[in-house]
């Protein structure tokens, strides 16, 4: 498989994996034991990468939720702690998530070295949290669930600067893109409702699409840090990783 085609056989386990931990009560629960409210230990914890710099700098990484909505968060988040205290936190929190739910007899080991290699030999235009999230400590080497965790989030955040600026760059707003993708997360976002889309029009859903065909060949480069047989590989071993959460 081509590197863009192994993008595209991988995008929703790299979406999704470290995602659960984010969306998962137990991290919601931590966040409250620290002093957080709300969404504010999502926005503090992943955005707290990059430093104590300004909410609209968190916004601009964000893409998809509206300024408004990070700011606020991410205001809120600095009353209770320092931003790289709060990463920390947050991704220890998906360790926690990792050890929890990964299924060990997957082999995690060479999944881990895969992951790698990707994430060491990626490069960081056009992805600033990735950028961030590469420079945070990894979890100890023998804690092979959480270094799977910390690894595919970290593909997690390149993909989600790479489709933002796919998305953009095809004419769909953040708004239309929520509206089409994770419509019942729209509050979540900052909206007060769905985007106004001419459902006789099919051109916006279009664009998208094309924008996630963009997505995938923009991501090529990581993917192309592996030879062909580690590919097959990777695709493998998420397919059974995510099966086994789901089984």
Do not use: K
Not at 71 to 98: E, K, L, N, S, Y
Not at 129 to 142: G, S, V
Not at 214 to 221: F, H, I, K, Q, V
């Amino acid at each position: 498989m081509t590197p863009d085609a192994v993008a595209t056989a991988t995008a929703t386990a790299v979406s999704a994996l470290a995602a659960s931990f984010m969306t998962d009560v137990a991290t919601y629960v931590r966040g409250a034991e620290l002093g957080f409210e709300g969404v504010d230990f999502y926005v503090a914890g992943r955005g707290g990468a990059l430093g104590d710099v300004d909410g609209e700098v968190v916004a601009a990484t964000f893409t998809f939720f509206t300024t408004e909505a990070v700011v606020t968060a991410w205001d809120a988040g600095r009353r209770v702690m320092a931003p790289q205290d709060a990463a920390a936190h947050f991704i220890t929190a998906g360790h926690t998530w990792a050890e929890d739910h990964l299924d060990a007899e997957v082999d995690l080991a060479r999944l881990a070295d895969l992951l790698a290699t990707m994430v060491a030999g990626a490069p960081v235009a056009g992805a600033p949290l990735f950028a961030a999230w590469r420079r945070m400590p990894e979890p100890p080497a023998d804690h092979l669930e959480a270094v799977v965790l910390h690894r595919m989030n970290l593909l997690r955040e390149l993909r989600g600067a790479l489709h933002g600026a796919a998305v953009l760059a095809h004419g769909v707003t953040p708004h239309e893109a929520v509206t089409i993708r994770q419509p019942q997360m729209l509050g979540l976002f900052g909206y007060d409702g769905p985007a106004d889309l001419d459902e006789d029009d099919h051109s916006v859903r279009a664009h998208w699409a094309e924008a996630e065909a963009a997505t995938d060949r923009a991501l090529a480069p990581a993917y192309a840090t592996l030879d062909p047989g580690e590919r097959a590989e990777l695709c493998d071993l998420l397919e059974a990783v995510m099966g086994s959460l789901s089984g």
